[in-house]
C-alpha cells in the first residue's frame, strides 16, 4: 500500500476526516489525543474498496463474515472511555475485526494485545496494522471469551462484541484499578463500564449499543 492509499484522495482526504471528527466532538467527544488519532488514521483501508466513499461517515459498515466496523462515535466514546482514569500500560481488547479500533487504540496506549476468532479478518487485521507500522500490538486468534491470560494482568480491557453476560474469565484478567469497556445484552444491549478495586468489580450502565453477538469457538473461512 503506497502512500497516496494512506493518506487518500477525494472522498477519503484528509478535509474529510476532518470532518469527521467536527461530527465526533459536536457529539460529545472530549479527549483530543482520541481525535487526533482518528483524524490521522485511515479508515478507508479497513473497509473494502466499494465502500471506501462511505469511510468517514459516523456509521457501521459491513466487512464480510457477518461483521462490521463499529461506527466512529462509538470507537471514540469507547476509546474515551477506557483512557478516562489515565494513561495505560497494558490494554486487551476483544473481537481485532477489520483492526480500526486496533489502529486507533495502538498509539495511546504501551502495549495493545488483540484477539479475534475469525481467521479470515485476523489475517487482514493484522497486515493492515503492520502497514501503519504500529509495532505496540501484537495478534492472536483464538476465542474471546479465554482472553489472553498469558499477556496480562491488564490495565484496560476492550470489547466488540456482546456476551449476555460479562465472561468471569475477562474480570479476572483485568488488574486492580483496571477498566474495562464492552457491550453486554441479548436483543437489548448496554454498553457497561466495569472497573475493579481488589476483587469487588463496579459495573455502570453507560448507553444503549447495538454491537454482533459475542460467539465462542474459531472460524477458519
Do not use: C
Amino acid at each position: 500500500m503506497n502512500d497516496q492509499q494512506l493518506s487518500g484522495i477525494g472522498m477519503t482526504s484528509q478535509r474529510t476526516r476532518n470532518r469527521l471528527v467536527e461530527r465526533l466532538r459536536d457529539r460529545g467527544i472530549e479527549n483530543q489525543q482520541v481525535l487526533d488519532v482518528i483524524a490521522s488514521t485511515p479508515r478507508h483501508i479497513f473497509i473494502d474498496e466499494a465502500l471506501a466513499h462511505r469511510a468517514y461517515e459516523d456509521s457501521s459498515l459491513p466487512i464480510g463474515n457477518g461483521q462490521t466496523i463499529s461506527q466512529p462515535y462509538i470507537v471514540a466514546k469507547m476509546t474515551e472511555l477506557l483512557l478516562a482514569a489515565g494513561p495505560l500500560n497494558n490494554v486487551l481488547e476483544i473481537g481485532t475485526g477489520s483492526g480500526y479500533q486496533t489502529a486507533i487504540l495502538a498509539p495511546l496506549v504501551k502495549k495493545l494485545s488483540s484477539v479475534e476468532r475469525i481467521e479470515p479478518l485476523y489475517l487482514k487485521a493484522r497486515e493492515r496494522i503492520k502497514q501503519l507500522k504500529l509495532n505496540n500490538v501484537r495478534f492472536k486468534l483464538s476465542d474471546g471469551h479465554w482472553g489472553w491470560p498469558q499477556q496480562g494482568p491488564y490495565d484496560g480491557i476492550i470489547a466488540a462484541a456482546a456476551p449476555e453476560q460479562i465472561p468471569q474469565g475477562l474480570l479476572d484478567q483485568m488488574s486492580d484499578g483496571g477498566r474495562m469497556i464492552l457491550p453486554v445484552g441479548g436483543e437489548q444491549q448496554s454498553l457497561i463500564l466495569v472497573t475493579r478495586q481488589g476483587n469487588y468489580w463496579q459495573k455502570t450502565v453507560l448507553e444503549d449499543v447495538k454491537f454482533v453477538p459475542f460467539l465462542s469457538g474459531i472460524k477458519n473461512n
